[in-house]
């Protein structure tokens, strides 16, 4: 499959963005109604990408006395003997926040990614899905989004070759100095931020470096990646850290959050400081790169 960054899939991007991000903005159970506009728009535009290949479903569950829903396409493989993929990404925001970056970004992703792969044929099963409550004050208890469907996999039986999380996929900057680090890593990596990051504990180090060698045989744009024990700080903040604790291998695919984006967790966290460009090119890097883990 060769995936390219098109004008459409730049404009669809950034479509999703805009609505999540600019017209609907902070979303979470702490405001309910903005959270479920969110979570119908992606159901309509994953019905939508996903079309007659795969149906969607949610999981429910309760938090804080609202309805809260993981959104899944399940793309069924044709060799039920491997391991599936899981590709994720949570919608909803801190409070403060319209949550461009994070993760409005992501979920735009995930969507096209659904679009781009539900029509082929693979050998591995796909789970693409929208995770509910990541953010403060749920992650990593009973109400994460994430945790609650890893824990359904786990009693399911279902084995995962891998599972990919989408976590800040927009903020992309070439300034000398305007990429940080955690403590004694600087000296190994670029200090611009016009890289996307693949992220791992050390147990999933393996498939981190088979996702980076796949995105690098799709896509130009620049990667790297990390396999690090879990402590160091911002390695384990999204929801692949669920499936870590299920005993999965994950990976975290992220701009870095923190250590690049001043935006992160702030009212400035709008569309307008997206690169459109980038999220695009990473966008149609992780189809090319997902195709070739689906195919076994």
């Not at 870590?244 to 690049?260: I, K, L, N, P, Q």
Request: glycine share 10%; hydrophobic share 45%.
């Amino acid at each position: 499959m060769n995936a390219s960054p098109t004008p459409d899939l730049a404009r669809r991007l950034a479509g999703h963005v805009q609505v999540l991000a600019g017209t609907i903005g902070e979303r979470g159970v702490f405001r309910p109604d903005a959270y479920a506009a969110a979570r119908d728009y992606i159901r309509r535009e994953l019905i939508g990408a996903a079309g007659p290949h795969a149906q969607v479903q949610a999981q429910t569950f309760a938090s804080r006395g609202e309805t809260c829903a993981n959104l899944e396409v399940v793309r069924v493989g044709s060799d039920p003997s491997l391991p599936c993929l899981v590709i994720g990404a949570h919608y909803d925001t801190v409070q403060g926040t319209p949550g461009a970056d994070d993760n409005a970004t992501g979920v735009a992703a995930l969507i096209e990614l659904v679009r781009a792969l539900c029509p082929g044929t693979w050998a591995r099963t796909l789970r693409l899905v929208a995770f509910a409550n990541e953010e403060a004050p749920f992650f990593d208890g009973p109400e994460h989004g994430s945790l609650v469907y890893a824990k359904a996999l786990k009693a399911a039986g279902e084995r995962v070759h891998l599972m990919l999380s989408l976590e800040m996929l927009g903020y992309f900057a070439k300034t000398p100095g305007s990429q940080k680090y955690p403590p004694l890593m600087a000296p190994f990596y670029p200090d611009r931020g016009d890289f996307i990051g693949l992220v791992s504990n050390l147990a999933s180090r393996p498939r981190l470096l088979e996702l980076a060698e796949a995105f690098a045989a799709s896509s130009a744009f620049p990667v790297e990646h990390l396999a690090s024990p879990e402590w160091v700080p911002g390695v384990a903040l999204s929801d692949h850290h669920s499936f870590w604790r299920e005993g999965y291998h994950a990976v975290m695919v992220t701009d870095t959050a923190f250590y690049r984006n001043p935006h992160y967790h702030n009212a400035t966290d709008t569309p307008e400081t997206i690169d459109g460009a980038g999220l695009t090119a990473v966008t149609a890097g992780l189809a090319g790169a997902l195709a070739r883990l689906a195919a076994g």
